[in-house]
């Protein structure tokens, strides 16, 4: 299994996360985005969105992280990132989509870049930009997990699920482009428990490199 990253890439952060939680033996293979190393035929031909992640398990390919978290979950099943019960599971279904597909697409490399070349955003611009959807999107998800009686020392229960996979990244990207966290005490604590498990310790980027 290989598995082809970029350090600073929340969406490559959440496989790193499931892979060292689950245990599962690969591979990794930095995509340097910055060199444009995705934009290359060879890379493109494993993912014509010529994104990161993408994971290469024997002759399958393997594209967009939430779909390869569900695959890894069904191959994998052991420690599970989905509770048992249908309703828990959509819940935490729920809070992963929020952070993964509500929040985070509004801030990586390729919205940005637009933002600041083809739009003409300054810097300061830019981090109004991050700033205003991680408040929207944080606002939401601190709501989904303070207003829950199912939420423990993790997003659901005291085990790490799905959500805390997708929860850490998105995080880290808020930590480093400075945006202000005050308002979300239950996701702080939630993320300061999942710093303490080598699995999101070992595998996440310091937090100054963290930006997309």
């Known amino acids: 299994m290989k598995l082809f990253s970029n350090y600073k890439s929340a969406a490559s952060h959440r496989l ?6 689950k245990g599962v ?7 340097q ?6 934009r290359r035929p ?14 290469i398990d024997g002759p399958r390919v393997l594209i967009q992280s939430l779909a390869i978290l569900e695959y890894l979950e069904e191959a994998y099943p052991e420690p599970p990132l989905l509770p048992s019960d249908p ?3 959509a819940r935490v279904r729920g809070i992963a989509d929020t952070i993964a597909c509500e929040i985070h697409p509004l801030l990586t490399r390729r919205v940005v870049g637009e933002l600041r070349t ?3 955003q300054k810097r300061e611009q830019v981090e109004q930009w991050y700033r205003h959807w991680i408040a929207e999107g ?16 993790f997003c659901h229960g ?35 428990a999942c710093r303490e498990l080598s699995a999101f310790a070992s595998t996440s980027p310091t937090t100054a490199d963290a930006v997309e």
């Open 16 to 21: 790193r996360i499931a892979l060292a939680l």
């Open 25 to 31: 033996e690969h591979t990794v293979e930095e995509v």
């Open 33 to 38: 985005l910055a060199a444009g190393h995705h």
């Open 42 to 55: 060879e890379y493109a031909s494993l993912n014509p969105m010529r994104q990161v992640p993408v994971l």
């Open 87 to 89: 309703h828990d599971r």
């Open 118 to 120: 083809t739009f003409g």
């Open 138 to 153: 944080f606002s939401a998800v601190e709501r989904l997990l303070a207003e829950d009686k199912r939420t423990g020392r």
């Open 158 to 192: 005291d085990a790490p699920s799905l959500a805390d996979v997708c929860l850490l990244p998105q995080m880290e990207v808020a930590v480093a482009n400075g945006c202000p966290l005050d308002a979300y005490p239950t996701i702080r604590r939630i993320a300061a």
